[in-house]
């Protein structure tokens, strides 16, 4: 992948940040495995390969977002309770790949937010855990575009240059990482980019994870919350899979965040996930006959799970509560199968 020129320069800033920080913000998770590491890449491929021989059977992908990395005193803006205990749950799930799907620290321009992420994380690094973060919209708060960038690549410099990257999670695996705060409209740089690699996808594909920050598809609030519905940039990006994905013998399945809750869809054959639930304050949502998710239990503090056995993805939510009872349960479940 190619990134706009004007982001270019900060690269230089990136690489003298990695040394500064070393030691507080840590490097890609997947970097630091035991087995192959990805393989850099340029388009229209992916830009990681994960070979088959450095997966698990079956593989196994968690998924979610805004976890709000802070201050553990914090807990307005986060819940460090539950952030923690998602870490490691995820931790003992050892999955093969994590996706981050948006807002990993509570301000993007406060470098200790980042060190809070790496210090909560070590389980991750100690079991070897590949993960595939997302940019979100709090990884541009408190700081201006290329200083939150600098952070952000400092944080994770294998993706130094990328705002955007796909990765072949062994053969039938691929992973797109894509940022909502670009554009995502025909004609940007970035669904030119997303075109590209759709048209070269390998024909063993099975399935690919689109993993974003804002969604394309949620409940829409007429009461609530109204500015965390839907934006044009990401309905642009679901009117583009309209047709994409049915040209394809693929199955998507798209998961994003900005809602603190779960919401599932499936529209034009594609699975639409909200998963939101990594810690942030917990938003409630009025809930449209279009989710397929109607459990009114709240907060839903929570990570999503996909086993892939056979020819089936499936996919299970397992939610968090520290209020009694049972710590961990699962609250949905759902399966996606190649056509």
Not at 115 to 129: G, I, K, P, S
Not at 174 to 193: F, K, N, R, T, V
Not at 288 to 312: E, I, M, R, S, W
Not at 313 to 334: E, H, I, N, P, V
Request: charge should be neutral; hydrophobic fraction near 40%.
């Amino acid at each position: 992948m190619r990134s706009s020129s004007k982001y270019v320069c900060v690269a230089l800033v990136v690489a003298v940040l990695s040394l500064a920080y070393a030691g507080g913000f840590g490097r890609f998770s997947y970097a630091q495995t035991s087995s192959a590491p990805p393989i850099a890449a340029d388009s229209p491929g992916p830009t990681f390969t994960v070979p088959d021989a450095g997966l698990s059977k079956p593989v196994t992908v968690i998924s979610y977002g805004d976890t709000r990395f802070t201050d553990p005193l914090n807990i307005t803006a986060t819940n460090p309770t539950a952030r923690q205990a998602l870490v490691k749950r995820i931790a003992d799930e050892k999955p093969d790949a994590i996706l981050l799907n948006g807002d990993v620290p509570w301000h993007g321009g406060v470098p200790h937010d980042y060190t809070v992420y790496r210090d909560e994380t070590q389980a991750w690094r100690d079991e070897h855990l590949r993960v595939f973060p997302a940019l979100g919209n709090h990884e541009f708060s408190q700081c201006e575009v290329p200083q939150c960038l600098a952070n952000w690549w400092a944080a994770f410099p294998e993706l130094s240059g990328r705002r955007w990257y796909s990765v072949r999670l062994g053969k039938r695996i691929y992973l797109i990482s894509l940022d909502s705060d670009a554009s995502l409209l025909p004609g940007s740089e970035q669904q030119h980019w997303l075109d590209n690699q759709l048209a070269s996808l390998p024909s063993e594909i099975q399935f690919v994870l689109i993993s974003m920050h804002h969604p394309p598809m949620a409940d829409i609030q007429t009461r609530i919350n109204l500015d965390h519905n839907p934006r044009p940039n990401e309905i642009a990006l679901a009117l583009y899979l309209r047709t994409t994905a049915a040209a394809h013998k693929a199955k998507f399945v798209v998961i994003a965040g900005h809602i603190h809750n779960y919401e599932r869809f499936l529209q034009d054959g594609v699975v639409y996930l909200v998963s939101g639930g990594g810690g942030a304050k917990p938003y409630e949502v009025d809930r449209t006959a279009f989710d397929l998710y109607q459990d009114l239990g709240f907060p839903n503090y929570h990570y999503v799970k996909f086993v892939l056995k056979d020819k089936t993805l499936s996919g299970a939510m397992y939610r968090f509560s520290s209020t009694g009872g049972d710590t961990w349960q699962a609250k949905d479940a759902f399966q996606v199968r190649f056509k």
